[in-house]
DNA sequence: ATTTACATTAAAATAATTCTAAACTGTTGA
DNA sequence: TCAACAGTTTAGAATTATTTTAATGTAAAT
C-alpha cells in the first residue's frame, strides 16, 4: 500500500477527510523511519518548512487531537506549558531532559515491568506512565 | 515549637519574609494532619472562604513556587492545563481519575520499586515518577 | 525612628489552546 | 454531471493559566 493509501486510511479511521493539509501532516508525522516526540508548535514550524502554503495553527490542532483520539498518536505527561506528543504509541517511558527540554525513550526492556498493588474501586488503569526526569550533575545548590 | 514558628521558619528557609498572606498560606497548606494535591486555584478558593482580607493571586503563585524550589511542596506531572502541587513531598506515586480529575496517592509500598535499566551520559536522575490514569469501565468505542 | 530591602497588589502582558463564523472543498445522490 | 450538503480551513477573537510590571505598603536592620 502506497504513503497516501496508508495516509488517507489513517484519516479515514480518525473520521477525518483526507485533505492537502492534513495529508501533509500525515507525511510529517508517518513517514519518518523512525518515531519521535513533537509539541504543537514543533509541527507547525515543520510544516511551514515543508510547505508552500500556510496551514493554519487551528487545523493543526484539530488533526493532532483527532488522531490522538484514535490512538494514533500519544500525549505524554510532562509538567510544561505545552503538550507533548508522540508517533510511538506503543507503551513505553520516558526520560526527560530538563537541560534541553528534550524526551527519550525507556523501552519497556530497560525498566523493569511495573506491579501495582493498589486499585481504585470501579475505576479501570488506563495507562500507567513512568517520567524520569534528569538533568546535568550541577548540585543544585538553592 | 508552635505551628506559627513553624511556618515562620518555613519562610525564612525559602527566603521569604512571614507575611501575614503568607503565613495564611502556609496555614492551609501545612495545618492539616493529612497531605493533599492542589491545584493553584484550589489554594486560592480556600485561602479566599478563611480570610476576610483578599490574596492576590500573584501572591498565591510566588509562595507556592518559592516552597516547590525549597522542596516544601511538590509538582506532579500531569497533561493538563493546570498545574498540581502535593503537600506530601516523599517519593510516591499517582493514580490520576480522569472522571474527577482528582489526584490520589499510591505509596511506595503499593508499587514495586522501578528500576531502570538505561541512563543518559552526562545526566543525572532528579526523579522518577509513575502516573496511573484510571476511569470508569465505559468501553470509550471511539 | 529612619532607612532599606523585600512584598503585595491590581492590572497588563504573555502564551498555549480553543472557539467562532465566514469562505471553501470533497462527497453524494438525483 | 452537478447541485446540495456536510465537513474543512482559516484568521482572528476568546479563554485560561501563568508571569510580569510598577506603584504602594511593610518587615527588618541600624
Ligand atoms: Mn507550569
Ligand atoms: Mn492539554
Ligand atoms: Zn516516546
Ligand atoms: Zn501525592
Known amino acids: ?54 496551514i493554519s495553527l487551528a487545523t493543526v490542532y484539530n488533526t493532532v487531537h483527532a488522531f490522538k483520539k484514535k490512538g494514533y498518536l500519544k500525549e505524554i505527561s510532562i509538567n510544561s506549558d505545552k503538550s507533548y506528543f508522540d508517533t510511538n504509541v506503543t507503551d513505553h517511558h520516558h526520560f526527560f531532559d530538563e537541560d534541553t527540554n528534550e524526551l527519550i525513550d525507556c523501552g519497556d526492556k530497560e525498566i523493569d515491568s511495573i506491579n501495582i498493588k493498589k486499585n481504585i474501586t470501579g475505576k479501570k ?4 506512565e513512568v517520567l524520569i526526569k534528569v538533568a546535568t550533575d550541577n548540585q543544585n545548590q538553592n
Open 1 to 54: 500500500m502506497s504513503n497516501l493509501n496508508i495516509y488517507t486510511k489513517k484519516l479515514r479511521e480518525s473520521s477525518l477527510r483526507p485533505t492537502r493539509q492534513r495529508l501533509k501532516i500525515c507525511e510529517v508525522l508517518f513517514s519518518p523511519d523512525k518515531t519521535f516526540h513533537f509539541t504543537i508548535n514543533d509541527l507547525t514550524k515543520i510544516l511551514e518548512e515543508k510547505l508552500s502554503e500556510k
Open 125 to 128: 488503569i488506563k495507562s500507567v
